[in-house]
């Protein structure tokens, strides 16, 4: 079993930072890969990134590999999602997920935190 939590959620002008974090617990943390997914209201839930127990990162578009950085710590059992340049379509619920596979599908991820609202404002 795995338990997540998110944190670091906000309100932010447009253009602003924020640094998500999601603790686990479980001492198997780093052999999951970590993903991060988002979900605007009347969307579907949207893989944002994930990283590997190796630590090396893949993310959903260009767009977002060139603002959204994901890193991870081991030792602390947080994987970290740092957003720079945010626009207002990156409004959304954030949610870690946790899975012992590999996948840009919600379906694949077998632990979820409860999410952490980001709102971005003009």
């Known amino acids: 079993q795995v338990q997540l939590v998110e944190s670091g959620g906000g309100l932010v002008q447009a253009g602003a930072s924020l640094r998500l974090s999601c603790a686990a617990s479980g001492r198997t943390f780093s052999t999951y890969t970590m993903g991060w997914f988002r979900q605007a209201p009347g969307k579907e839930r949207e893989f944002v990134g994930a990283?590997?127990?190796?630590?090396?990162?893949?993310y959903n578009t260009n767009s977002m590999k060139g603002r959204f950085t994901i890193s991870r710590d081991n030792a602390k059992n947080t994987v970290y999602l740092q957003m720079d340049s945010l626009k207002l379509e990156d409004t959304a619920v954030y949610y870690c997920?946790?899975?012992?596979?590999?996948?840009?599908?919600?379906?694949?991820?077998?632990?979820w935190g409860q999410g952490t609202q980001v709102t971005v404002s003009s």
């Open positions: 990283i590997r127990w190796t630590g090396v990162p893949t």
């Open positions: 997920g946790a899975t012992l596979g590999w996948g840009t599908e919600a379906l694949g991820y077998q632990y």
